[in-house]
């Protein structure tokens, strides 16, 4: 079975700027949870979705944002890019809600020049 | 509201060396607590986990048991081995929820 995937690997992009993630779930995972790794903050929970519908939210400003498809499949979009969003941005996904044990994709790296 | 404190780092060991990652943990209610490994360029793979209190988690050699009574979930292995260079991260979740909470993450280096 394939792991997590997202696309993509490696993203620069300029102040201002908008940038979207995708990020495809194991097969039958119908939970996606988003975080932001940084060497300041270290990692932190952006936001979780299950059948298409945001169940928890980070403490992140509006220019993050998410969402999630019927195929599960997610994509998170932050807007007006700000230089401290530079980060690796990792999913995870999970069978179910009740489910703690996550799985996590490989990440995208974003550098915002 | 919930954090995870893990012991700082970098650590470095020698191969065949006892290790021990020190975590505890704040948070309300009976939270399941969890050991991520995250290697070089890779995302985060779960090593163990455990749900309640006095459960040992193990998984290739790691342990790690939940001790209510302390607040901690200390991460040990009797030998390590070049290839457990890693960062290591201590992390919690309220029952039935999905969202983790992370510690800071201990680097860890073997050397030969």
């Known amino acids: 079975k394939a792991g997590v995937t997202q696309t993509p690997r490696y993203l620069i992009k300029t102040r201002g700027q908008q940038v979207t993630l995708s990020c495809s779930p194991i097969?039958?995972?119908?939970?996606v949870s988003w975080y932001q790794q940084t060497p300041g903050q270290g990692l932190q929970f952006l936001f979780e979705y299950f059948s298409e519908t945001q169940r928890n939210k980070g403490n992140f400003p509006g220019r993050f944002s998410g969402r999630q498809f019927s195929n599960s499949r997610s994509e998170m979009n932050v807007s007006t890019l700000e230089l401290g969003d530079s980060a690796l941005y990792l999913c995870a996904s999970s069978l179910e809600v009740t489910n703690n044990e996550q799985f996590f994709g490989p990440g995208t790296r974003l550098t915002v020049l | 509201g919930n954090s995870v404190t893990q012991m700082e780092g970098p650590v470095t060991l020698s191969e065949e060396a006892f290790l021990t990652i020190n975590c505890t943990y704040t948070?309300?209610?009976?939270?399941?607590l969890f050991w991520y490994v995250q290697y070089p360029g890779e995302g985060l793979q779960l090593l163990l986990k455990?749900?309640?209190?006095?459960d040992k988690g193990s998984n290739k050699g790691f342990e790690a048991t939940y001790r209510k009574e302390t607040t901690s979930f200390h991460l040990e292995k009797g030998s390590v081995q070049v290839s457990d260079s890693a960062v290591y991260f201590c992390a919690l979740s309220d029952k039935g929820a999905q969202k983790l909470v992370f510690g800071q993450g201990t680097r860890l280096t073997i050397n030969p």
């Open positions: 097969s039958g995972h119908r939970s």
């Open positions: 948070a309300t209610g009976y939270p399941s």
């Open positions: 455990a749900t309640k209190a006095d």
